[in-house]
C-alpha cells in the first residue's frame, strides 16, 4: 500500500516534470517565433523608409535638374539680348562714325573754298592798295604837294576862314546857354523844396519824463540813490533829479540810450515797484521795445517814401537812423526829406524816379553801424547794400553823395543835391552839437580800449567817465590802476576844457538759491 503511493507521487513528479519542460520548450519556441516576426516587422519598416528616402532623392534631383535647366535657358536668353544691344549699339556706333566722316569731308571741302576765298581777297586788296598809292603819286607830281603838307594846308585854310565865326558862336551859345541852365536849374529846385516842406528840429541831448507827483522822486532815487545808480549804470543815462515839479531830466549824447532809460522809467512808475532788480528787469524789457520802435520806424520811412522792396535787414537798420544824428539833425528824418526831394527832381528830369528815391534814403545806411564797425559810413553803406543785393544802379547813384567817388550815372547828381538841400536849410544842423558828441564818443572808446573793461558812459556832458569793470579780471588794485591808466590816456589823447572824473566801478554780486 505504501509502496503504491509512492509510486503515484513518484508518478506525478515526474508528471509534473514533464509538463514543466514540455511549457518551458514551448515558451522558448514561442519567444522565438514573435522576436522573428518583430525583426520582420523592423526590417520592412526600415526597408519602407529606405525607399521613401531614395524616391524623395530621386524628386529633388528632378528638381534640381529642372531649376538648372531653367537657369540656362534664362541665362542664354540674357546673354542673347546682351548680344543684340551691343549689336545695335555697334550700327550706331557705325552710322554715326560715317556721318562724321562725310561731315570731315565736307569741312574740308568748306576750308579750301575759305581758303581760296581769302586768297582772292588778299590779291584783291593788294591791287587796290597799288592803285591808291598810284593814283596818290600822280596827285603829288602834279600837286607838287605830299599828302601832308596838303592835308595841313587844307586845314589850316579852313581853320582861318571859320575861326572868327566859330567863336563867336561859341561863346553866344555858351553864355546863352549857361543862362538858361542856371535858370532852369534854380526853378526845379526851388519848386522842389517849396512842394516838400518839413519843420527843422535839431536833436537835443536831454529828454524830460513827467511823473504824477514828486512823491515819486524819492523812490526813484532809492536808499542812498542805490535806485538811481542802479539806472544810470545799466541804461548809461545820467538821471537828473531837480527841482523841476513832476519831471525828471534824462541826459546822454546817445537818443537810444536816452530812449531806452525813458521807456523803462516809464514802466517802473507804472509798475510801482522802484527797486535794482525790478529796475533791471524793466531796462531789458526797455530794450526790447525799443528794438522794435526801431524797426517800426524804419518800416514807417519806407511806407512814407514808397521804397516798398527792402530786405528786413536793411529796414532794420533803416530804423536805427532814427537814433542817429549828424550835427544835430536826425539822419532817418535827413534821408527821409532826401528820398521825397529825390523824387521830385527826378520827375522834373525825366530821370529814373525809383532808384534816385532809393539811393537818397539808403545814402547814410552805414552810420547805422559805424560807431561799432570801423571804416566810413559811406563804405559801410556800399557794403551792406551789396551784400542785400540792392540794385547796383541804387549803389552807384548814393556812392557820389560826398564825392570820394566819380557820377557814374546821372541819378548820382540828385543824390548829391538833395543831401546839399537838406543838410543846408537853416536850422537843420548844428556844428557843436556834432563836436560835443564826437568828443564824448572818443572818450568812451579810449575806456574801452582797455582790457577788463566790461562798458563806460560819458555823463555830465563829458565831465565824468564811468567805467564798470569785470570784477573776476580786474580785482581792487588793479581798479586804481586802472582809473589812473585811462586818466592819463584821456590827458594825451584828448584836447577839453577843465577836468575829466575817471571814475571805475567794480561790483560784486554772490548769488544764491533756496531750495
Do not use: C, W
Not at 547814410?364 to 557794403?383: Q, S
Not at 570820394?404 to 540828385?414: T, V
Request: proline share 2%; aromatic share 4%; no cysteine.
Amino acid at each position: 500500500m505504501l509502496l503504491t503511493i509512492n509510486m503515484e507521487i513518484l508518478y506525478f513528479a515526474y508528471a509534473a516534470v514533464l509538463a514543466l519542460a514540455v511549457g518551458v520548450a514551448s515558451g522558448y519556441l514561442i519567444r522565438q517565433k514573435i522576436a522573428a516576426k518583430k525583426a520582420n516587422s523592423i526590417e520592412s519598416k526600415l526597408q519602407r523608409q529606405e525607399e521613401e528616402a531614395r524616391a524623395q532623392t530621386k524628386e529633388l534631383l528632378l528638381e534640381a535638374k529642372d531649376k538648372a535647366v531653367k537657369i540656362l535657358e534664362e541665362a542664354k536668353s540674357q546673354e542673347r539680348e546682351r548680344l543684340a544691344i551691343l549689336a545695335r549699339q555697334e550700327e550706331r556706333l557705325h552710322e554715326q562714325n560715317k556721318r562724321l566722316d562725310r561731315k570731315e569731308i565736307e569741312f574740308e571741302g568748306e576750308k579750301k573754298d575759305l581758303e581760296r576765298q581769302i586768297s582772292q581777297v588778299k590779291l584783291t586788296k593788294q591791287e587796290i592798295e597799288d592803285l591808291r598809292a598810284k593814283t596818290q603819286g600822280e596827285l603829288e607830281r602834279v600837286s607838287g604837294l605830299s599828302k601832308e603838307d596838303a592835308k595841313t594846308l587844307l586845314i589850316s585854310k579852313i581853320e582861318n576862314d571859320a575861326k572868327e565865326d566859330l567863336a563867336g558862336t561859341l561863346q553866344k551859345m555858351e553864355k546863352y546857354r549857361r543862362e538858361e541852365i542856371e535858370q532852369k536849374a534854380r526853378e526845379i529846385i526851388t519848386t522842389a523844396v517849396h512842394r516838400y516842406a518839413r519843420s527843422h528840429v535839431s536833436e537835443i541831448t536831454t529828454s524830460i519824463v513827467s511823473i504824477p507827483s514828486d512823491e515819486l522822486k524819492g523812490r526813484i532815487i532809492g536808499k542812498e540813490g542805490r535806485n538811481i545808480r542802479t539806472l544810470e549804470r545799466l541804461t548809461g543815462v545820467e538821471v537828473i533829479v531837480d527841482e523841476t515839479p513832476e519831471s525828471i531830466t534824462l541826459s546822454s549824447f546817445d537818443p537810444m540810450r536816452r530812449e531806452i532809460a525813458k521807456t523803462a522809467l516809464l514802466k517802473l512808475i507804472q509798475d510801482g515797484r522802484i527797486q535794482p532788480a525790478r529796475i533791471e528787469e524793466k531796462v531789458e524789457e526797455a530794450k526790447q521795445e525799443v528794438q522794435r520802435k526801431v524797426f517800426e520806424a524804419g518800416e514807417a520811412a519806407m511806407y512814407e517814401t514808397g521804397v516798398l522792396d527792402l530786405p528786413r535787414e536793411i529796414v532794420m537798420l533803416l530804423g536805427r537812423l532814427a537814433f542817429r544824428t549828424s550835427y544835430g539833425q536826425n539822419v532817418l528824418l535827413h534821408s527821409i526829406e532826401m528820398a521825397h526831394l529825390a523824387k521830385m527832381l527826378a520827375k522834373e528830369l525825366g530821370l529814373n524816379v525809383e532808384v534816385a528815391k532809393k539811393a537818397a534814403l539808403l545814402h547814410d545806411i552805414g552810420k547805422a553801424v559805424d560807431h561799432e564797425i570801423e571804416g566810413t559810413h559811406l563804405e559801410l553803406g556800399r557794403k551792406i547794400l551789396q551784400k542785400y543785393g540792392v540794385e547796383e544802379a541804387v549803389i552807384k547813384a548814393m556812392q557820389s553823395h560826398h564825392e570820394d567817388y566819380p557820377y557814374e550815372i546821372p541819378e548820382a547828381f540828385i543824390v548829391t543835391a538833395t543831401d546839399v538841400i537838406s543838410s543846408g536849410r537853416p536850422g537843420a544842423r548844428r556844428d557843436t552839437v556834432e563836436n560835443y558828441i564826437k568828443r564824448l564818443t572818443e572818450l568812451e572808446n579810449i575806456a574801452n580800449s582797455f582790457a577788463g573793461v566790461e562798458k563806460s558812459y560819458a555823463i555830465q556832458a563829458g565831465r565824468e567817465i564811468r567805467i564798470f569793470v569785470t570784477p573776476e579780471k580786474i580785482d581792487d588794485l588793479k581798479a586804481i590802476q586802472l582809473a589812473r591808466d585811462i586818466a592819463r590816456k584821456v590827458e594825451s589823447d584828448l584836447k577839453y576844457p577843465g577836468e575829466i572824473k575817471v571814475n571805475v566801478i567794480r561790483e560784486i554780486r554772490a548769488v544764491e538759491y533756496a531750495r
